[in-house]
């Protein structure tokens, strides 16, 4: 069975302040793992997909990174505007995601 | 742009109800999911489908029935809406493949009193 963590479950910064927000999988076989933006009342936002251990794509402040077991996701001097709950979910043998639980972010001025 | 639309932001029903949640995307996708967001508990998969008048069960099926008539439309229906049935419902489709990402709409928060 799919299992995704994400760590930790909440993170506070200082505007301007780097981190990275953690997502660790066990899959049978990885189709694709998937980071999404959710704001607070608001359906999740699709942010970047990645497929196979290595890649790395750039939106902005955020740099998604993956590898055998887990991906990061970087947030380079992170702004209140990004602010929100960042999801991770992973795709193996089905058609469906299996998510996270998330990790709330909360960047302060 | 994509777009997943549910029909209604907020709901409130009483015990027993037979509610039906609305869900319509624009692009063609053969792919419409139903999931369920509740605090500590993430997004779990209630029901999902790969083509019109098919449908497979997720990871909490019992107590929810769904409905797809056309290849637009996937509707989640609560047969007897119960108090633990209060909660964010999210609506999503995709291409077959499920490649470059699935597409949720804005969600439909349910109360059950």
């Known amino acids: 069975e799919d299992q995704v963590t994400q760590s930790p479950e909440a993170l506070r910064l200082q505007e301007g302040e780097s981190s990275s927000l953690n997502c660790s999988y066990t899959?049978?076989?990885?189709?694709?793992l998937f980071w999404y933006r959710q704001d607070p009342g608001k359906g999740p936002e699709f942010l970047f997909t990645?497929?196979?251990a290595g890649e790395e794509k750039e939106k902005e402040r955020l740099k998604a990174t993956l590898t055998k077991k887990e991906s990061f996701l970087h947030i380079t001097a992170p702004k209140p505007e990004d602010s929100a709950t960042y999801l991770c979910?992973?795709?193996?043998?089905?058609?469906?995601?299996?998510f996270g639980k998330g990790t709330s972010l909360l960047v302060t001025p | 742009d994509v777009k997943v639309t549910q029909s209604s932001r907020y709901l409130v029903k009483r015990t027993g109800e037979k509610v039906f949640l609305e869900c319509v995307q624009d692009?063609?996708?053969?792919?419409m999911f139903w999931y369920r967001q509740d605090p500590g508990l993430g997004l779990r998969l209630i029901y999902f489908?790969?083509?019109?008048?098919?449908?497979e069960k997720g990871d909490i099926p019992e107590g929810y029935s769904v409905s797809r008539e056309k290849k637009e439309r996937f509707s989640l229906i609560l047969e007897s809406a119960s108090t633990n049935q209060t909660s964010m419902y999210l609506c999503?489709?995709?291409?077959?493949?499920?490649?470059?990402?699935?597409?949720f709409g804005s969600g439909t928060r349910l109360t059950v009193v």
């Open positions: 990645l497929y196979s």
């Open positions: 692009m063609d996708h053969e792919n």
């Open positions: 899959v049978s076989g990885l189709r694709g």
């Open positions: 999503a489709s995709s291409p077959l493949d499920g490649g470059y990402g699935y597409t």
């Open positions: 489908s790969y083509d019109v008048k098919m449908k």
């Open positions: 979910a992973v795709q193996s043998s089905g058609y469906a995601l299996n």
